[in-house]
C-alpha cells in the first residue's frame, strides 16, 4: 500500500530534484477532494518524457525497481536520444509501487501522451491544471474532468466506482457516456 505520507515524500523528493508529475488515479481522486478516501495499492503519476531517465535513477538509488512495462509501452527516444520507457510500474522493497506514465508538452502546453493510446487523445493545458491536498500538502494533478475521462476504455473495478460518484457529487462533472456505472 502507498500511504499519504509515501506521496508526500516522493512528491517531495521529485520536485526537489526539478522532475515534474501529475498525480492521477485513485491518489489523484483522493488529491483533488482533499482528503484519503481509501487505501491506494500504488500511485499513478504523469511525467514528462525527458525526465523518464532522471527520475528513473535517483527512484532505482533510493531502492526501486522495475516491476512491470505496460502493453501500451511505446519505447520513445528522449531529448538526450535515449530510448525510454513511456508506461511502467517501479515497486521498493516494502511493496509500495509507483506507476508512470510518460507524456510530451506541445508548443501551447498540452500533454501528448507518449505511451500508445487512441488517436487524439491529449491532456490540455487545462487538463494538467488541477491541484489537489494530499495530507494537507499542494500537489499538481489532473482536474476532475479528465480524471473522470481517464476512468473509461477499461473495465472499472468495483472499488473505483465511489471515487468517481465522489467526483461527480464534488465538482458535478458528469460521466462519460462510455463509463457504465450503476447509477
Not at 508526500?8 to 488529491?31: E, K, M, N, R
Not at 499542494?138 to 480524471?147: D, F, G, P, W
Request: charged share 20%.
Amino acid at each position: 500500500m502507498v500511504s499519504q505520507e509515501d506521496v508526500c515524500s516522493l512528491y517531495h523528493l521529485l520536485a526537489s530534484h526539478g522532475i515534474q508529475v501529475w498525480i492521477l488515479g485513485g491518489w489523484g481522486v483522493d488529491a483533488l477532494l482533499g482528503m484519503q478516501t481509501r487505501p491506494h495499492k500504488d500511485l499513478d503519476l504523469l511525467m514528462l518524457l525527458d525526465e523518464v531517465a532522471r527520475m528513473c535513477a535517483l527512484l532505482t538509488a533510493a531502492g526501486y525497481e522495475l516491476k512491470e512495462i505496460w502493453s501500451e509501452n511505446r519505447w520513445a527516444l528522449d531529448v538526450r536520444g535515449l530510448q525510454t520507457l513511456t508506461a511502467f510500474v517501479l515497486v521498493d522493497a516494502g511493496g509500495r509501487e509507483l506507476d508512470f506514465h510518460a507524456m510530451c508538452l506541445d508548443e501551447q502546453g498540452n500533454g501528448i501522451p507518449a505511451w500508445e493510446v487512441e488517436e487524439g487523445f491529449t491532456f490540455t493545458r487545462q487538463d494538467l491544471g488541477g491541484n489537489g491536498l494530499v495530507a494537507g500538502i499542494e500537489v499538481r494533478c489532473i482536474t476532475a474532468e479528465k480524471q473522470m475521462l481517464c476512468h473509461t476504455g477499461y473495465d472499472l473495478p468495483e472499488k473505483q466506482v465511489p471515487d468517481l460518484q465522489r467526483l461527480h457529487e464534488k465538482f458535478g462533472v458528469g460521466y462519460p457516456e462510455s463509463l457504465s456505472l450503476h447509477r
